[in-house]
């Protein structure tokens, strides 16, 4: 392998492998989970704007049966996609077109992925974005092997390719401990 691949795979490795190792530990049986969050307060429907009303029409005749965690959801999703440009609807109407696609069992590891990015201090979140974003701008090929090397790796096989990269970059481990897992086919 030559030395700019070794210097790529590195600093893929350093970026996606803590949060992969993360999820794999499960927790002990019987362990404190995180504290219940505060039950979410219903949205009415008249406190949307016009512009959300009509996104969400099609939920308008049951929106006060909805529970209110998913009238809130509701409320920010369309509160964000109005915020889109055209290009953007597009890309989130696509995204969401491959979201149908997948069955439950990925989605919900996806929801867990999710959740353990959203649980990350601020600050990682920002580093995770920025890494992955430098991960996209590789070469397809380069990404692909990338993916299929780690894929192919044993837990142990991964921590050791982990704590070699952090020995190669120092700094880049340090600047991003939990980046998000690898996707799987997509993209």
Known sequence: MNSTRAIVLSAVLVLWAPVVLR???????????????????PVNWSN??????????????????????RQQALARGSERYLA???????QAQERFAHWRTLPPEQRQQL????QQFQALPPSEREA?????????????????MLRERWRNATPAQRKEMV??????????AAAAPHPPAPHSGHR
């Open 23 to 41: 999820a794999q530990e499960a927790p002990a049986a019987g362990a404190p989970s995180a504290p219940a969050a505060a039950p979410a307060a």
């Open 48 to 69: 949307l704007s016009a512009s959300q009303q009509q996104l969400l029409s099609r939920f308008g005749s049951q929106w006060n049966s909805l529970p209110p965690d």
């Open 84 to 90: 889109m440009t055209p290009e953007q609807r597009g």
């Open 111 to 114: 929801r867990n992925r999710w």
């Open 128 to 144: 995770v974005r920025q890494n992955f974003h430098r991960f996209q701008q590789l070469p397809p090929a380069q990404k692909q």
């Open 163 to 172: 704590q070699h990269a952090r020995e190669l970059h120092p700094a880049k």
